[in-house]
């Protein structure tokens, strides 16, 4: 049988059992997240054995030549020792700017990193919390345009982090963060394809990111994002994305929200419905999804049924971790 080597001691890996998972199941402390290979916190190292080339994809170079893998998708081939990460290799500082209440529980945050960072719009970094425990957060911000990095931070009820940068986190504080990392940005080289966007709650970072980006890159096609919660109250950003609108005549938005007591100014219902009503053929499209897991993958399959290319569907699900 299979050993993974941890910290001292040896434990055994069952078949078709990854490295995160072994050490979960005997106990081990590993930092993790999504398990699901999107958010980079259970990165392990294995300086001095090959390790699986799925369980690096993403990675920057600088960490594959180190040795780092995602622990979640690692399934071992042969018995592997491995290591916790260095924070040295992977966090880095950033000064919190600014603090801002922009709904009952949304805050955005301006963070002016220590050192220059080159990133997409649409990226994520994994913040720091209190504790220890690290949790990830979209790149609202584009970097040839505004000197902070921009991310908007949901509060979940017993969250570690997002309860921590509620309540504890100040103006002028530092926090450690990794990346940027994460495949859901605006491509260039087709300007000219349309691009329908969809978030629920916090997926508006992603993309209200991704679509200044591609506006201030001279998209010529049309960008048409919806942004949708349940409670009215909790749409944010209203004045940025009609500023965008009166700017830019390619890019439209609506907000809809799917509770009770909606204004006339929101529309009213569950936003796939709403945007997939208006929007009936995708082909030559490009679709931006984010928020929700189980609205993103909902409307990943809507979006492939009305004829959208799954190489042009951009996921970026969150999960609202404790």
Not at 22 to 38: F, N, P, V, Y
Not at 137 to 147: E, G, I, K, T
Request: hydrophobic share 35%; charged share 20%; with cysteine.
């Amino acid at each position: 049988m299979k050993k993974i080597n941890y910290q001292g001691k040896s434990y055994d890996c069952k078949d078709q059992e990854s490295v995160l998972d072994t050490l979960i199941r005997h106990g081990a402390k590993s930092m993790h997240a999504c398990k699901k290979g999107l958010c980079h916190t259970c990165l392990l190292r294995s300086p001095s054995q090959e390790v699986p080339g799925i369980a690096q994809l993403g990675l920057r170079p600088s960490l594959i030549e180190l040795g780092y893998f995602r622990a979640c998708q690692c399934l071992p081939t042969a018995s592997m020792t491995v290591e916790p990460p260095r924070d040295g290799d992977l966090l880095s500082r950033a000064l919190v700017f600014r603090k801002e209440v922009v709904a009952p529980n949304v805050i955005r945050l301006l963070l002016d990193p220590a050192t220059q960072m080159y990133y997409h719009s649409g990226q994520f970094i994994n913040i720091k919390g209190g504790d220890g425990t690290l949790r990830s957060y979209s790149l609202a911000s584009v970097p040839y345009d505004d000197y902070c990095l921009e991310i908007h931070v949901r509060l979940v009820p017993n969250g570690r982090v997002s309860q921590w940068i509620f309540n504890e986190l100040k103006e002028g504080d530092v926090v450690e963060f990794q990346g940027p990392l994460g495949g859901c940005y605006y491509f260039t080289g087709e300007p000219d394809d349309n691009m329908l966007m969809i978030a629920s709650n916090t997926g508006l970072g992603t993309l209200l990111g991704i679509a200044r980006d591609a506006l201030k890159s001279e998209h010529k096609g049309e960008i048409h994002l919806y942004h949708g919660c349940h409670d009215p109250q909790e749409l944010y950003m209203t004045d940025a994305l009609r500023s965008l609108a009166e700017e830019y005549a390619n890019f439209h938005f609506i907000q809809c929200a799917s509770g009770e007591n909606i204004p006339p100014h929101i529309t009213a219902g569950r936003i796939p419905d709403i945007a997939f009503y208006h929007h009936k053929n995708l082909e030559g499209w490009r679709v931006y999804l984010a928020g929700n897991p189980s609205m993103v993958y909902e409307a990943e399959k809507s979006a492939e049924k009305f004829g959208a290319n799954p190489v042009h569907i951009h996921t970026d699900p969150f999960e609202d971790l404790n």
